[in-house]
């Protein structure tokens, strides 16, 4: 049991600091009723305590700052006990609160311990069954080019108009809300969700969010992750998203948060997740596959694993290794359910969309994987890993050893290819607390640290835009544009 030298302390619902809360009222009530009185004492009531023999005022009840009732006994007696001496039960209390003393009595810090037999099952929903699941974070990977983009406008166009799915299955219309960093709204966006027949009053696009610049002039700045209310608000003001498209989620992390670090990718990314699920809306985030060589097509997500790990479906868009025009959209990773079979479509007509087949498509993604890595050295590979692994900035080599294991790269390459790519190593800090670290001869280090060595310090490249700006006073968080 945690103590002190005066006690225990032990929280057993939520009053107002303002005025008696009515279960403070419900226990003085009761003492009084057992011939204990209780005297004010700032915020505080003392009195005898029921537990134990004695006529000094061991007890002491009181509210905290987080409204907090609590109750604080010289002798170490639990909340438990001084409820049961004085009688206090559910009925003796107001309907509002029985709730609260029948929930744990639990100090800051116990466990919160739930039974599964208390788990209400629920059944997954679906915006795209077997594909997008309402309420969790979806993962589209793909390298540039293959149709990434093409592919999120056509979902979008559906959503925003109910139209079915490309197998056929039915779809529910809602609003949709883009954040995307590559494409232009004027002369991509707008033009491919007409080509594919969207409803654009029903489509939005999170711009920016609102700031004020060192002159206190009104500015738009860059949207990030890391200002998770600026979604939450953007969504508050459309109202009925159902779906949300992140494209890519590199250029939304912020510019302080490294995608190769899992903790730091988890940090960002479990809001997000907490947000789909109050929401209930389904999260894309595209993503890009990096270069090399993996057995698990789930490996080749640019960045953590950390990104694949959070995503409950991972989908992946390859080009068919048998035709070039034709894109393959194929299952991955996928918690929910039975994984959806594959898809395949082309891009084309004036003005350019997709074009759904409807042969069945019976290669797996870790197939096509294999037949893609049948034209690289293994030197090539990982000198297109390491790039991309140093693509934000220096990187201790202990955590490069530990992610050339995990993605099965021979060590002795990576050597090799660090040298054929020209990337530096520079010792960081001193005798035992020091570490190597490689980089990108054009990149620095941003760190706030004294390092043995200043050449290293530097700005590193931003992984995506970050405004630092104060927010403006009333006003909107976001600039949402509508597509009207």
């Known amino acids: 049991m945690p103590s002190s030298r005066m006690g225990s302390r032990w929280t057993m619902g939520r009053g107002c600091s303002m005025s008696i809360s009515p279960v403070v009222q419900s226990v003085l009530d009761a003492l009084k009723s057992l011939g204990i009185e209780s005297k004010k004492s700032g915020r505080e009531w003392k009195c005898q305590c029921p537990v134990h023999t004695g006529d000094k005022a061991d007890l002491r009840i009181g509210v905290g700052p987080d409204g907090l009732v609590s109750f604080h006994c010289r002798h170490q007696c639990s909340a438990l006990s001084v409820i049961e001496a004085i009688g206090l039960n559910r009925e003796l209390l107001s309907e509002m609160f029985q709730q609260e003393i029948l929930q744990a009595v639990a100090v800051c810090g116990s466990p919160v311990i739930l039974c599964t037999a208390d788990v209400q099952a629920q059944e997954v929903s679906w915006l795209w069954n077997g594909r997008l699941p309402l309420g969790c974070l979806s993962l589209l990977v793909g390298r540039p080019g293959e149709g990434k983009s093409f592919a999120t406008l056509d979902w979008a166009a559906r959503v925003s108009t109910g139209r079915d799915w490309p197998d056929g299955s039915s779809c529910e219309s809602g609003s949709v809300l883009l954040v995307s960093a590559e494409d232009d709204p004027g002369d991509t966006i707008r033009p491919r969700l007409d080509a594919h027949d969207a409803d ?9 969010v609102y700031a004020k610049d060192k002159q206190g002039k009104l500015i ?26 992140i494209d890519p989620i590199g250029s939304y992390m912020g510019g302080k948060v490294d995608a190769h670090r899992d903790n730091e990718v988890r940090g960002v990314l479990a809001p997000l997740a907490a947000l789909a699920q109050e929401k209930n809306a389904a999260v894309v985030l595209v993503a890009h596959q990096r270069k090399g060589k993996a057995i698990n097509p789930d490996d080749m997500t640019l960045g953590s694993i950390g990104f694949t790990a959070i995503a409950r479906s991972v989908l992946h868009l390859m080009r068919d290794p048998d035709d070039e025009d034709r894109r393959l959209l194929l299952p991955g990773k996928m918690n929910l359910a039975v994984p959806a079979p594959g898809l395949a479509f082309t891009i084309g007509g004036e003005p ?50 530990s992610m050339v294991q995990r993605d099965g790269l021979a060590w002795r390459t990576v050597e090799r290819a660090k040298k054929r790519i020209k990337a530096t190593a ?45 927010q403006s006073d009333g006003m909107p968080p976001a600039d949402l544009h509508g597509l009207t």
């Open 200 to 208: 654009p009053h029903r489509i939005y696009l999170l711009k920016g």
């Open 220 to 245: 738009e700045g860059a949207f990030t992750l890391v200002n998770i209310e600026t979604l939450r608000q953007a969504l508050d003001t459309i109202g009925d998203v159902r779906l949300i498209v």
């Open 352 to 401: 350019a969309r997709v074009q759904w087949a409807s042969d069945p498509v019976t290669i797996t993604a870790a197939e096509v994987l294999a037949k893609s890595n049948g034209g690289s050295s293994a030197g090539d590979e990982a000198g297109d890993w390491l790039r991309d692994v140093l693509s934000n900035g220096p990187f201790p080599v202990s955590e490069i050893r």
């Open 426 to 470: 520079t010792r960081e800090g001193f005798a035992s607390g020091g570490r190597w670290m490689w980089a990108m001869p054009t990149i620095g280090r941003q760190d706030d640290s004294k390092t043995a060595n200043p050449a290293i310090e530097g700005d590193v490249a931003d992984y995506g835009g970050v405004c630092d700006s104060e």
